[in-house]
């Protein structure tokens, strides 16, 4: 079973920063797709943010100028550096790969914002 190890979430006040990391089998990560996903409670998932396996990154609009992704394509890592964090952003985090038509996900981190 393909495991996504993600690290990172925890409790952070408004404005500060965290820096989320999803570490994916080589099979995986090389040459495919990873994203970021939340999901909030009563809220469906949705993305945050993606990059492709050139470079190539989008952003939903509710993070641009805050949040960033990036690729350590030799420790095959995916990163999220989320900065200036509003209560808004209190979600699950999920990491997501994905190879053809196969998609997978890891189990998730907890990210709070709040004072």
């Known amino acids: 079973q393909v495991q996504l190890v993600e690290s990172g979430g925890g409790l952070v006040q408004p404005g500060g920063s965290l820096r989320l990391s999803c570490a994916a089998p080589?099979?995986?990560?090389?040459?495919?797709?990873m994203g970021w996903y939340r999901q909030a409670p009563g809220k469906e998932r949705e993305l945050v943010a993606r990059?492709?396996?050139?470079?190539?990154?989008n952003y939903a609009e509710f993070v641009k100028g805050r949040f960033s992704i990036s690729r350590d394509n030799a420790k095959n890592t995916v990163y999220l550096q989320m900065n200036s964090l509003k209560p808004e952003d209190t979600a699950v985090y999920y990491c997501?790969?994905?190879?053809?038509?196969?998609?997978?996900w890891g189990q998730g981190t907890q990210v709070t914002v709040s004072s």
């Open positions: 990059i492709y396996s050139r470079g190539f990154t």
């Open positions: 997501r790969a994905q190879s053809g038509v196969t998609i997978y």
């Open positions: 080589i099979s995986i990560f090389s040459d495919n797709d």
